[in-house]
């Protein structure tokens, strides 16, 4: 099946860097991916929907500020957190539905990157 | 808004034991509702989806049926495999690709 993948995959900083994490479609082109925050023993929560060679679309209580997305080519998107604090620390999931191929609800998602901020 | 709701693990069987996860939604529209599950160290995998009332998905075992008269998308399967140990995840899509997940369940299968 098509492959998502995420890197890096764990990352430790220190309170106040930035952190970019890369989201890759490696075998299928997207021109949609989605960032989802998982806190421990929650749900997933959509935090923004990145869209190749446009603005990011972030849901309800998401900082574009602090969570900067950019979808550079059809096979990449981005998330920097920026000036990151210890609240930041958390999972972080992409996922992407291919332009071509399968039906309209499927979606390949990434390993997930664990942030921690010290 | 749309929610799911499903059962709080962990949950922890013996192999060839029968396997029920519980899960619940809320929906202003018809939703698909979808069974994803997480392997360890791996991404969430699309596990089993149902696009409307009365269907039912399966797969690897697992079945789940779409009952919209007690808005529920309980997971079963028969006998489940030490294999099967994994987090799962109830979902529905509220619109397209834009999926509201509940909050996993940890399931461990012992020989």
């Known amino acids: 099946g098509a492959v998502v993948s995420q890197h890096p995959s764990r990352v430790i900083c220190k309170s106040g860097t930035s952190v970019k994490i890369e989201c890759r479609s490696l075998?299928?082109?997207?021109?949609?991916m989605f960032w989802y925050r998982q806190f421990p023993k929650q749900s997933l929560m959509l935090m923004a929907t990145?869209?190749?060679?446009?603005?990011?679309?972030?849901e309800q209580g998401v900082e574009k500020d602090k969570f900067l997305i950019n979808h550079a080519s059809l096979t990449l998107s981005t998330l920097t957190v920026t000036s990151a604090h210890p609240e930041d620390s958390s999972f972080y999931i992409c996922?992407?539905?291919?332009?071509?191929?399968?039906?309209?609800?499927?979606?390949?998602f990434g390993p997930g990157t664990r942030l921690l901020v010290l | 808004g749309d929610s799911v709701t499903q059962m709080e693990g962990p949950v922890t069987l013996s192999e060839e034991a029968f396997l029920t996860i519980n899960c619940t939604y809320t929906a202003t529209g018809y939703p698909s509702l979808f069974w994803y599950v997480q392997y360890p160290g791996e991404g969430l995998q699309l596990l089993l989806k149902a696009t409307k009332a009365d269907d039912k998905g399966s797969n690897k075992g697992f079945e789940a049926t779409y009952r919209k008269e007690t808005t529920s998308f309980h997971l079963e399967k028969g006998s489940v495999q030490v294999s099967d140990s994994a987090v799962y995840f109830c979902a529905l899509n509220p619109l397209p690709y834009k999926l509201t997940f509940g909050k996993g369940t940890l399931l461990t299968v012992n020989p």
């Open positions: 075998d299928f082109q997207a021109t949609t």
């Open positions: 990145s869209n190749e060679g446009s603005k990011a679309t972030y």
């Open positions: 996922s992407a539905p291919p332009l071509a191929g399968g039906d309209r609800e499927t979606q390949y």
